[in-house]
């Protein structure tokens, strides 16, 4: 998590996967990205996760996501 202006920032490198691959969910001040790659047959056969606690001082309600061209994911939290 890093500090930027009047926001933090969480930043992963996705681009091995589809954005319907790709889910992002918040819960008590943690945020937590989870992507999963199906190949044809059924088995996973690629995985990402990643769970971060954010600091005190953000709004919950400010959470969004961006993905980037390159597969960047970019989560900003503004901060209280």
Same mark, same amino acid.
Request: net charge negative.
């Given at each position: 998590?890093? %500090?930027?202006?009047? /926001?933090?920032?969480?930043?992963?490198?996705?681009?091995?996967?589809? #954005?319907? &691959?790709?889910?992002?969910?918040?819960?008590?001040?943690?945020?937590?990205?989870?992507?999963?790659?199906? %190949?044809?047959?059924? /088995?996973?056969?690629?995985?990402?996760?990643?769970?971060?606690?954010? #600091?005190? &001082?953000?709004?919950?309600?400010?959470?969004?996501?961006?993905?980037?061209?390159?597969?960047?994911?970019?989560?900003?939290?503004?901060?209280?």
């Amino acid at each position: 998590v890093r %500090a930027q202006g009047d /926001t933090y920032q969480v930043v992963a490198d996705v681009s091995q996967f589809e #954005p319907p &691959d790709i889910v992002v969910t918040t819960s008590n001040c943690y945020v937590a990205i989870q992507a999963e790659k199906v %190949a044809e047959d059924g /088995t996973v056969c690629d995985t990402f996760t990643h769970k971060c606690q954010l #600091p005190e &001082d953000t709004d919950p309600l400010s959470v969004s996501c961006t993905l980037t061209e390159t597969g960047t994911l970019v989560i900003t939290v503004r901060r209280r």
